[in-house]
Every structure is written in structure tokens, then in C-alpha cells.
């Protein structure tokens, strides 16, 4: 699967490259957080995938297609 991920600070701020360095914690973080949520599973809310940045994409993000992302990814970070 392939992915990109990129820093929006001018000049950038070298979170992607710590992203890289510790992908595995990155992802056990996410997925603790997306997969203990109590908000129903095809939804999501501000303690799991919402923030003020995604509002657009608000009605679109799901637990479970979230779920399923981390699980690939959490298959390449190991
Ligand atoms: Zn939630």
C-alpha cells in the first residue's frame, strides 16, 4: 500500500521524519485511540478522527475504515 505522508510547516518540521523513526508507536497510539473510542463505529467524533482542520471531511470519517487503514499499516511499521 503505498503512502505519503508530508509536513505543512514551511520549510518543515521534521514530525515526518519522527513519524518514520517510530511508525510502530505512531500506529499503536492511533489505534488505541480510534479502537477505544465510544463513538459508534461508522462514525467518528473529536476524541478519535475529528479535529477542527478534517471539519470538511467530518461526515465521512469512520471508525472502522479507519480501523482497517491502521491495520495495514500497523502491518508494514512491524
Ligand atoms: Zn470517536
Redesign the pocket.
Known amino acids: 500500500m503505498p503512502s505519503l505522508l508530508f509536513d505543512t510547516t514551511p520549510g518543515g518540521a521534521g514530525n515526518t521524519i519522527r513519524i518514520g523513526e517510530h511508525l510502530e508507536a505512531v500506529v499503536e497510539a492511533a489505534v488505541d485511540r ?1 479502537d477505544g ?4 463505529p461508522e ?8 479535529t477542527f482542520r478534517n471539519e470538511r471531511f467530518h461526515e465521512l470519517l469512520s ?1 472502522r475504515e479507519a480501523m482497517v487503514l491502521l491495520g495495514a499499516l500497523s502491518r508494514v511499521s512491524n
Do not use: Q
Not at 473510542?37 to 459508534?40: K, L, N, R, T, V
Not at 462514525?43 to 475529528?50: K, T
Open positions: 480510534v473510542c465510544e463513538c459508534g462514525s467518528s467524533c473529536y476524541a478519535c478522527l475529528r471508525r
